[in-house]
């Protein structure tokens, strides 16, 4: 089992960045795909980028491609989200996702751990 807390959310003006953090408890960091998610209010949870076990695949949405890099630090149990050039349609709440074993997953279903989220705000 594995616990994630996410961190790093705010409010930041259109064309700013920010980098999210995920957290991760236990020892087993390495052996999770991870994901970030975003929702907003009436609105279903997306895949906004994900990643494999050892950080050698990734994938990202189109709506972020080029914008966002997901990537991980494995000995140090940690997931990011590096946001530049950040939208006002960008704002959402974040969420870090956990999958046991180690491919890239894009389903929101096949994700089994999830964190609290943290929200971001992008002004206009």
């Known amino acids: 089992q594995v616990q994630l807390v996410e961190s790093g959310g705010g409010l930041v003006q259109a064309g700013g960045s920010l980098r999210l953090s995920c957290a991760a408890s236990?020892?087993?960091?390495?052996?999770?795909?991870m994901g970030w998610f975003r929702q907003t209010a009436g609105k279903e949870r997306e895949l906004v980028a994900a990643?494999?076990?050892?950080?050698?695949?990734?994938y990202s949405a189109d709506s972020v491609k080029g914008r966002f890099t997901i990537s991980r630090d494995n000995p140090k149990n940690t997931l990011y989200l590096q946001m530049n050039s950040l939208k006002p349609e960008d704002t959402a709440i974040y969420y870090c996702?956990?999958?046991?074993?180690?491919?890239?997953?894009?389903?929101?279903?096949?994700?089994?751990?999830w964190g609290q989220g943290t929200q971001v705000t992008v002004s206009s």
């Open positions: 236990g020892r087993t960091f390495r052996s999770y795909a």
């Open positions: 990643i494999s076990w050892s950080g050698g695949r990734t």
């Open positions: 996702a956990a999958v046991k074993g180690g491919d890239l997953r894009y389903l929101l279903n096949e994700y089994d751990y």
